[in-house]
């Protein structure tokens, strides 16, 4: 069974495109066929074409983008993909924010090419507090459940008391939110820590800026592929 490796960024017609279109490239010349790759975008729309831009810088390597067609990023692109690799650190937390359950799958395309070790340690710390988030979250819940059930009901049944029971939700919703309000403080302070992480976005640039955006991209993606089985 092939490797699925998804490429995200915004739009689906400057930075991901042109990634999936080098990556497959680069695998061609390399032999290495047990990888599929596909991309897509977190506000994409479906059947559009890549930017003219990038049609054109990838022309210039011999590679057709001309029947590329963006896709939007969906549940089912991010379950079966075995590996997703972001444009930027706003296109990665945004996949997390989405699809938890699947982050252990989401990567920055720099981040994941380089494999630094800083990066990788702050990676693993963020990982740790998502779960430490997901635990408090769960126990919350768990220790609320009976009242959030019979508040639900209250509320679908005794309109009359609507406004009482809707004061009591916001206030568990408040509760949770402290409740979790160390882990996202350090959350914040993580990502704000994490750097030249991002694939910066050509789009309504000259051309120049397009070739210089492939140039960074292809970098990274050899980086990648050498180390592929």
Do not use: W
Not at 86 to 92: D, I
Not at 94 to 112: G, I, S
């Amino acid at each position: 069974m092939k490797k699925k490796i998804l490429l995200v960024c915004t739009g689906n017609t400057c930075r991901s495109s042109m990634a999936e279109a080098l990556l497959k490239d680069l695998l061609v010349d390399a032999g290495k066929e047990g990888y599929e790759v596909k991309s897509a975008g977190i506000s994409a729309f479906k059947g559009g074409s890549a930017a003219s831009q990038a049609i054109e810088v990838m022309k210039e390597s011999d590679i057709d983008l001309t029947t590329h067609q963006t896709t939007p990023l969906t549940k089912n692109l991010v379950k079966e993909a075995d590996v997703i690799l972001t444009m930027t650190q706003r296109h990665k937390l945004y996949v997390l924010d989405q699809y938890p359950e699947f982050r252990a799958k989401v990567y920055t395309l720099k981040e994941y090419s380089s494999r630094a070790e800083d990066i990788q340690a702050e990676t693993d710390q963020i990982e740790e507090i998502y779960k430490i988030i997901d635990r408090k979250r769960s126990n919350f819940i768990s220790d609320h459940q009976e009242e959030i059930e019979e508040l639900e009901e209250k509320r679908n049944k005794l309109l009359i008391n609507l406004e009482t029971i809707e004061k009591r939700i916001e206030e568990l919703e408040i509760d949770l939110s402290q409740t979790l309000m160390p882990e996202k403080r350090k959350l914040a302070s993580l990502k704000g820590d994490i750097d030249n992480v991002d694939i910066s976005d050509p789009f309504g640039q000259p051309i120049s800026v397009y070739r210089s955006c492939a140039k960074e991209i292809k970098s990274e993606l050899k980086k990648i592929v050498e180390n592929l089985d």
